[in-house]
Structures are given as structure tokens and as C-alpha cells.
T-cell receptor, first 114, second 112 residues
Framework: DVKVTQSSRYLVKRTGEKVFLECVQD?????MFWYRQDPGLGLRLIYF???????EKGDIPEGYSVSREKKERFSLILESASTNQTSMYLC?????????????FGPGTRLTVL | GNSVTQMEGPVTLSEEAFLTINCTYT??????LFWYVQYPGEGLQLLLK?????DKGSNKGFEATYRKETTSFHLEKGSVQVSDSAVYFC???????????FGAGTRLTVKP
């Protein structure tokens, strides 16, 4: 089974802190994604990566950066956390497929910024 | 651009009731369509999928048929259980494209 793990289930940080969210997948997937999930808005893509050291902006990249130094690991960084970044953060991964690109999700990190 | 619109919730049903959650999409080309489920405190899990018109995806008693003529992919189950209580997301992904689009999610609560 594909397994996607995230470093924390719950995280509480203060405004202005630098925050690192880590995601690891064990199926050698090329693609990795970071989403945030907010009530009534569904999932919104922050960044994705299709290869080591490659990254692409999603729909809401402002206030975030990412790092992918190894194929299995994709990090989301909040350079200076703000209260409007309080949310559920979901990591996902997928193969590059010529048919469809099913994404596999981690359990999520619920981040609260005070 | 590509987008998904799904039925607003919350939906509350009694056990053994029939479930329909509507999903319609807008896309260029030929997208693949998915239903994901999120149980309390967990990430999203793929429930079922369909990759071309008239395909029917099914899993755990849930079904959805890819209808190109009505651009729809409605989720149905004949008899829901309390354990089906979760949030359901409709999603689409274009052919060989990483741009997966999710609906806003529909929260289902099933009461005994």
C-alpha cells in the first residue's frame, strides 16, 4: 500500500514563527503536492513538485515556500506564520501516468497560528 | 478552466436510506473523475474513479457513472450505514495533467 506520512497531526505556532511541515511518501512517486483545506472551500493547491528540486506554484502560493531535496520528501515552509494560515494542510503524491493521476493523501496536519 | 461543483451539505440521513450527492464538472478535453472520502480526523482516501465517458466506478456499495452529455458524476449508495458518515469530495484530473480540482466537499451524517 502507498503510504504518505506527515510529520505532525497537530501543530500550534505563534504569529511570525517559521514553520516547517514535512511529508514523506514510500512509493517512489514523481509528483508531490501540498494543499490546504478550509470549510466550504474544499482543497486548494499551494505548490506541487514533479521532480527533485522542481516546484510549481499552485493556486494560493503566497506566504508559502517548498523544498524537495529528495524524491520521497516534500516540505512546506511558512516563512512567517500568520493567523490566516490556520488551516488543515494535506500532502499528496502520485505517479506520472498517461491515463489518470490518482493522488494518495497523508493524514493531514492541523495548524493553529495564535 | 477546469472546475467541479458539488451539492452543498450538510446531508443528514437515517440508516438504510438512499444517498445521492450531485457533482457536475467543467473541463476542456477528457478529464478523469474521482470521488474521495475523508473520515473524521483522517486524510482523503480514493473511493472510486472513472476515466472515460459511460464508465461506472464502484466501491463499498457506492457507485458513480461518468456522464459526458450532462457533465456529471453523481455519487449514489442504495443503503447508507452509520459508518459512511464522512466528508465526500468530487474531483477531476485532466489527462496526463497534475491539475486536480476538488469540489467544496459534502458532509454526510448517517443516524441510527
Amino acid at each position: 500500500d502507498v503510504k504518505v506520512t506527515q510529520s505532525s497531526r497537530y501543530l500550534v505556532k505563534r504569529t511570525g514563527e517559521k514553520v516547517f511541515l514535512e511529508c514523506v511518501q514510500d512509493m517512489d512517486h514523481e509528483n508531490m503536492f501540498w494543499y490546504r483545506q478550509d470549510p466550504g472551500l474544499g482543497l486548494r493547491l499551494i505548490y506541487f513538485s514533479y521532480d527533485v528540486k522542481m516546484k510549481e506554484k499552485g493556486d494560493i502560493p503566497e506566504g508559502y515556500s517548498v523544498s524537495r531535496e529528495k524524491k520521497e520528501r516534500f516540505s512546506l515552509i511558512l516563512e512567517s506564520a500568520s493567523t490566516n494560515q490556520t488551516s488543515m494542510y494535506l500532502c499528496a503524491s502520485s505517479f506520472t501516468s498517461v491515463t489518470y493521476n490518482e493522488q494518495f493523501f497523508g493524514p493531514g496536519t492541523r495548524l493553529t497560528v495564535l | 478552466g477546469n472546475s467541479v461543483t458539488q451539492m452543498e451539505g450538510p446531508v443528514t440521513l437515517s440508516e438504510e436510506a438512499f444517498l445521492t450527492i450531485n457533482c457536475t464538472y467543467t473541463a476542456t478535453g477528457y478529464p478523469s473523475l474521482f470521488w474521495y472520502v475523508q473520515y473524521p480526523g483522517e486524510g482523503l482516501q480514493l473511493l472510486l474513479k472513472a476515466t472515460k465517458a459511460d464508465d461506472k466506478g464502484s466501491n463499498k456499495g457506492f457507485e458513480a457513472t461518468y456522464r459526458k452529455e450532462t457533465t456529471s458524476f453523481h455519487l449514489e449508495k442504495g443503503s447508507v450505514q452509520v459508518s459512511d458518515s464522512a466528508v465526500y469530495f468530487c474531483a477531476l484530473n485532466r489527462y496526463n495533467n497534475n491539475d486536480m480540482r476538488f469540489g467544496a466537499g459534502t458532509r454526510l451524517t448517517v443516524k441510527p
